[in-house]
């Protein structure tokens, strides 16, 4: 079992930053892969990055490349997300994700457990 708390969420300018952070409480939080989904009003939860418990690896969804980074610390079993250049399409609710895969340079685009989610709101 993994609990996730998320964390940092807020309401930013256009051109703004925000990191935000999940917690995680369960001993296998260091055999996961993590993931950050996002879901706006009235739309589908998107993907939005990953990283193998390694750390070496990730993945972003082209919308936030160059403007988003995952990170993680294994010692303090949290999962970051550092939000630079956000703009109002940005906005939504941001969940983070666990799973635990095998291999510590491994992805996974679906997950096992689940935050409760933090609100971004970035005005215009």
């Known amino acids: 079992q993994v609990q996730l708390v998320e964390s940092g969420g807020g309401l930013v300018q256009t051109g703004g930053s925000l990191r935000l952070s999940c917690a995680a409480s369960?001993?296998?939080?260091?055999?996961?892969?993590m993931g950050w989904f996002r879901q706006a009003p009235g739309k589908e939860r998107e993907f939005v990055a990953v990283?193998?418990?390694?750390?070496?690896?990730?993945d972003y969804v082209d919308s936030v490349k160059g403007r988003f980074t995952i990170s993680r610390d294994n010692a303090k079993n949290t999962v970051y997300l550092q939000m630079h250049s956000l703009k109002p399409e940005d906005t939504a609710v941001y969940y983070c994700a666990a799973r635990t895969v095998l291999s510590p340079n491994g992805l996974t685009y679906e997950y096992d457990y689940w935050g409760q989610g933090t609100q971004v709101t970035v005005s215009s």
């Open positions: 990283i193998s418990w390694s750390g070496r690896r990730t």
């Open positions: 369960g001993r296998t939080f260091s055999r996961c892969a």
